[in-house]
């Protein structure tokens, strides 16, 4: 059960922030409604809030999932992998350390929380352009030492590993149909998220819930099949700065 979340309002400048999807500026007052209704819907899934300001230096700082690796009994403070998000953790270290023993990633290592993925034991580390063979060592020692298994795995074409592929519990994950190493999640009960819809294999799991990304009828079919109550999401203005559902939050 996860109890508590970190999430971070979008500044005035998200719309300055790193994408790649040529979907048009984001409108700031949309933002800020999807941001709230984001949150409502971790509240009622359980979640404890902790909000934290905007900060219009870093136009990308709402994404806090990037920024650490959290579990109930322990953190991560990743070093991010884009130059211009660097320095975002910092803040994100000040929140978590009265309630976490703390790791760090330490340079040359670059990492993304947006790259792992925990599935109940396991940890799935994404080498991407974001986390590299440092950061994903770093990492894996550490988890090591608290006893889970960890695998590294490549992706490819997408942002982060988990654009591609995210675990709902139960056995079940969700995988993009073109994601590369997907041959590797054969132990899995592997929900297919066809291409017309890749942006909803970014579903997320919280407690009794799966949050989806509204507008996405084929992989929002296929979760409530397997028995879990849905929440959908707007996310429009979200998905125009390369983020999903998991990015805007950090859950323990
Ligand atoms: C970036 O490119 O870093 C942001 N515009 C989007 C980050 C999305 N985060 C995530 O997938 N975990």
């Known amino acids: 059960m996860f109890t508590k ?27 800020l ?7 409502k819907a971790l509240i009622k899934c359980g979640l404890e809030l902790i909000v934290l300001d905007a900060d219009p230096n870093f136009p990308d700082s709402c994404f806090v999932e990037d920024t ?18 660097l320095g975002e953790e910092v803040e994100i270290k000040k929140v978590l350390k009265p309630l976490l023993k703390l790791h760090y990633i330490k340079e040359p290592g670059k990492l993304d ?3 792992i993925m925990q599935a109940d034991e396991k940890f799935y580390i994404g080498l991407s352009n974001r986390t590299n063979l440092s ?13 889970y298994d960890v695998f590294s795995v490549p992706v490819c074409n997408l942002l ?19 994601f590369c190493s ?18 909803a294999a ?7 819930y799966v949050l989806t990304p509204k507008g996405f009828p084929k992989t929002k079919a296929s979760i409530e099949k397997l028995g879990y109550q849905i929440i959908e999401l707007e996310m429009s203005e979200f998905q125009k700065m390369d983020g999903g559902l998991s990015c805007l939050s950090l859950r323990f």
């Open 33 to 39: 409604k999807q941001h709230e209704a984001y949150c």
């Open 182 to 199: 997907k041959d590797d999640f054969m132990s899995y009960n592997r929900i297919i998220v066809d291409n017309d819809e890749e942006y």
């Open 113 to 115: 929380g947006g790259d």
């Open 160 to 178: 982060h590993f988990k654009t591609g592929v995210n675990y709902l519990g139960e056995n079940n994950l969700l995988v993009h149909t073109e």
């Open 68 to 85: 650490a690796v959290v579990t109930k009994n322990f953190g991560i403070i990743a070093r991010p992998g884009d130059q211009r998000r």
């Open 202 to 208: 970014n579903s997320l799991r919280i407690n009794d």
């Open 5 to 31: 979340a970190i999430v971070r309002k979008p500044a005035e400048t998200f719309a300055n922030g790193i994408t790649t999807a040529n979907l048009g500026k984001p409108d700031y007052n949309l933002t």
């Open 135 to 147: 950061g994903s060592k770093q990492l894996k020692e550490v988890l090591s030492a608290y006893n």
